[in-house]
């Protein structure tokens, strides 16, 4: 496994125990569009309200945040699975429209020493 992959999984764990812990219940982790297209980080149920989260982890932030990694192209790739998920699970996209669903961010930074830096912007796009 590529040190990439391996610090995208750790920043992923550490994303969805914040999630858990902030009172979110996770349905789905790593879906992947079938035929290709992407992946989604994490789905969860915050609430009644049904949350697409992608994680964005960093080594540092000398390059800018982790969030700053979203560009509109991948937002709006994100926007594209969201909706393949829902049809995936046998959701009426009609109907999933009138639901309450957000995008979500979460942003990790390795400090060293100090532990990881976790970041949820809530709406993010």
Do not use: C, Y
């Not at 999984?9 to 979110?24: F, Y």
């Not at 980080?41 to 932030?61: I, Y």
């Amino acid at each position: 496994m590529r040190t990439k992959d391996v610090l995208g999984r750790w920043g992923e764990d550490l994303a969805v125990t914040h999630l858990t812990t902030a009172g979110l219940e996770i349905i789905d982790r790593n879906w992947r569009m079938p035929g290709g297209g992407g992946e989604l980080d994490v789905v969860a149920w915050d609430g009644d309200v049904l949350v697409f989260a992608e994680v964005k982890t960093r080594t540092s932030t000398a390059f800018g945040h982790p969030a700053e990694a979203m560009t509109p192209p991948k937002t709006a790739r994100i926007h594209r699975l969201a909706t393949a998920w829902l049809i995936a699970n046998g959701k009426d996209v009609r109907v999933a429209a009138r639901r309450s669903w957000r995008f979500d961010v979460i942003a990790v930074t390795r400090l060293g020493a100090d532990g990881p830096d976790v970041s949820h912007l809530r709406g993010a796009f």
